[in-house]
């Protein structure tokens, strides 16, 4: 029995540090550009470079995993990933945030659709309600006012690739688990591949920038260990839970710890839609954890 539940449920403390790590992350992300206005191009080096430190902490005394289809799949995942993130920055340079991240925070909707067909997850009826709520929340957590105008334009397109990309980037975390990849092979070669895209965003940033302050490379490194951190976490995650459960949980969850510690540190009192999506986020979460502990607890050893 103990077996039985350490494995349904060992999913749980990863998700739990890494709501901790990308919800403290999200609240002081954007001090460097803000305080700084270090450019984001930068922020993207600098993060895949933070990235080496939880790699070698995971790769230390791991096996790392030669077969090609180890390669294949954590490339998908790095590549995705990180051309994702290039993505992002070149479209909020065209377009408002508040059209683009919506459609960004669907992304969770095609890891589930994914998992759920092609790698046949199943869920109860109770956790699908818990999946709904948690997608529901991540899109209020995206919603913010502005103006009517520009609604359209190449930067729409870009939104829904990030989505597509990052949707991806959720599903072959999981299906690198279901053949055996370990949790440091799949995080060395997300690396590799961030590091790999750094060229392409200094050319997107018109090269490397000089003249700020040392403030601004340092709190940008601080800010995305964070992050990075948070990524390995979310590796180690989805390598023992479902990413139709994992993917919705932890990208609904994040965002209320951002929210608190920004109503802390910066009094920003939240919107009417992130409230709602505080309440569904914890009730979707709740119900999903639940359904998971239950499961385990009736499952027989």
């Not at 790095?78 to 059209?99: H, R, S, V």
Request: hydrophobic share 55%.
């Amino acid at each position: 029995m103990t077996v039985t539940t350490t494995h349904r449920t060992g999913w749980i403390p990863y998700a739990g540090l890494l709501v901790l790590f990308w919800g403290v992350w999200g609240a002081f992300s954007s001090l460097p550009t803000s305080e700084y206005g270090y450019p984001d191009g930068m922020v993207y080096v600098v993060w895949a470079i933070t990235m080496i430190i939880p790699a070698v902490a995971a790769l230390r005394g791991a096996v790392v995993d030669r077969r090609p289809v180890a390669a294949l799949y954590g490339l998908i995942v790095g590549l995705t990933g990180a051309g994702g993130q290039l993505l992002l920055f070149k479209a909020l340079t065209m377009g408002p945030a508040y059209i683009i991240f919506p459609i960004i925070a669907l992304s969770p909707a095609i890891t589930v659709i994914m998992a759920l067909i092609a790698l046949r997850e199943r869920l109860t009826r109770m956790a699908l309600a818990g999946v709904v709520l948690a997608l529901v929340a991540i899109v209020l957590f995206s919603v913010a006012p502005g103006d009517s105008g520009a609604s359209t334009g190449p930067y729409l397109l870009l939104a829904v690739l990030i989505c597509a990309a990052w949707g991806v980037q959720a599903y072959y975390m999981r299906k690198a688990a279901t053949v055996g990849v370990n949790d440091a092979t799949t995080f060395g070669w997300m690396t590799i591949s961030g590091l790999v895209l750094i060229p392409v965003a200094l050319i997107m940033a018109g090269g490397l920038p000089t003249g700020f302050p040392w403030q601004a490379p340092t709190l940008a490194a601080v800010t995305q260990l964070l992050n990075a951190v948070g990524a390995l976490f979310l590796v180690m995650a989805m390598s023992r839970g479902k990413a139709s459960v994992v993917a919705p949980i932890t990208n609904a969850l994040a965002p209320v710890l951002t929210i608190a510690l920004s109503l802390a540190v910066y009094q920003n009192i939240p919107s009417g839609f992130q409230i709602a999506g505080i309440v569904l986020a914890l009730a979707g979460s709740t119900l999903m954890v639940y359904t998971t502990e239950k499961t385990a607890e009736l499952s027989p050893s």
